[in-house]
């Protein structure tokens, strides 16, 4: 199947509080493929593992070896994490999210690992097509919090996943398909935008729209500095050409 022509844009920035940037991006708009990972585990380790997971995905999914099965392709980043612990104990308890899209035909299909998230924006809706893997959704999920607004204003911590690239031998990856619209717009963001700018104004603001996608990435990042920037703020925006 023929990959999609995509228009895509990416930003990434420290934030106002972490001494280094643990995120990583990276968008190939000739074959339809966008790939974001938010590192964890401090120092240069996270960056080690975010980036190692970016660069894997994208290797193998430009070669081919890919071929719409995404799932397969995060299982091999995650190994290629454990291994590089496993060959440098320096970097233990590395790991790291991981979301990725690959538009084809007039269809998008995405995986996901952990809490970064993908978004569709449609005619002046946004909604989020990931599920996070953490512990406020899996409490939302078993009925203890009828939000994770609630959740969070309980106590629980916001930053805490169930599941990772780099946590353990085998990852059980989450994957799924859309059909693409004239007009849609999709975000692919790590929990530095989610948790900093509300969905309502994430939805507000793609639909002020602005000069292009780099300009709506700036917009949507300078909210979440504003909001406390917490955390690594990464996003991608991307218009498919259907």
Same mark, same amino acid.
């Given at each position: 199947?023929?990959?999609?022509?995509?228009?895509?844009?990416?930003?990434?920035?420290?934030?106002?509080?972490? *001494?280094? @940037?643990?995120?990583?991006?990276?968008?190939?708009?000739?074959?339809?493929?966008?790939?974001?990972? #938010?590192?964890?585990?401090?120092?240069?380790?996270?960056?080690?593992?975010? /980036?190692?997971?970016? %660069?894997?995905?994208?290797?193998?999914?430009?070669?081919?070896?890919?071929?719409?099965?995404?799932?397969?392709?995060?299982?091999?980043?995650?190994?290629?994490?454990?291994?590089?612990?496993? *060959?440098?104990?320096?970097?233990?308890?590395?790991?790291?999210?991981?979301?990725?899209?690959?538009?084809?035909?007039?269809?998008?299909?995405?995986?996901?690992?952990?809490?970064?998230?993908?978004?569709?924006?449609?005619?002046?809706?946004?909604?989020? !097509?990931?599920?996070?893997?953490?512990? +406020?959704? %899996?409490?939302? #999920? /078993?009925?203890?919090? %009828?939000?994770?607004?609630?959740?969070?204003?309980?106590?629980?911590? @916001?930053?805490? +996943?169930?599941?990772? &690239?780099?946590?353990?031998?085998?990852?059980?990856?989450?994957?799924?398909?859309?059909?693409?619209?004239?007009?849609? +717009?999709?975000? &692919?963001?790590?929990?530095? !935008?989610?948790?900093?700018?509300?969905?309502?104004?994430? *939805?507000?603001?793609?639909?002020?729209?602005?000069?292009?996608?780099?300009?709506?990435?700036?917009? &949507?990042?300078? &909210?979440? +500095? /504003?909001?406390?920037?917490?955390? @690594?703020?990464?996003?991608?925006?991307?218009?498919?050409?259907?």
């Amino acid at each position: 199947m023929k990959s999609m022509l995509i228009e895509a844009a990416s930003r990434t920035d420290r934030g106002l509080v972490r *001494e280094g @940037n643990e995120d990583a991006v990276a968008t190939f708009p000739e074959y339809g493929l966008v790939v974001l990972a #938010d590192g964890m585990g401090g120092h240069t380790s996270g960056e080690v593992a975010s /980036q190692l997971a970016v %660069e894997t995905v994208g290797t193998l999914m430009l070669m081919g070896e890919g071929d719409m099965v995404l799932g397969s392709v995060v299982e091999a980043a995650n190994k290629a994490i454990i291994q590089a612990i496993e *060959e440098s104990p320096e970097h233990e308890g590395m790991g790291t999210t991981i979301v990725m899209a690959r538009f084809m035909g007039r269809r998008v299909h995405f995986a996901h690992v952990g809490d970064s998230r993908i978004y569709r924006f449609r005619g002046g809706r946004l909604e989020q !097509l990931t599920r996070d893997h953490s512990i +406020i959704q %899996e409490l939302v #999920d /078993q009925g203890l919090f %009828e939000s994770a607004e609630e959740a969070r204003g309980a106590g629980v911590k @916001n930053n805490i +996943i169930t599941r990772g &690239l780099g946590i353990a031998h085998e990852v059980e990856v989450e994957e799924g398909a859309d059909d693409v619209q004239n007009g849609d +717009i999709y975000l &692919l963001c790590s929990d530095g !935008l989610s948790d900093m700018v509300a969905d309502p104004i994430l *939805e507000e603001t793609l639909s002020e729209g602005g000069d292009g996608l780099p300009d709506l990435c700036g917009k &949507l990042l300078d &909210l979440a +500095i /504003q909001n406390g920037g917490k955390d @690594n703020v990464s996003l991608i925006l991307v218009r498919p050409e259907a």
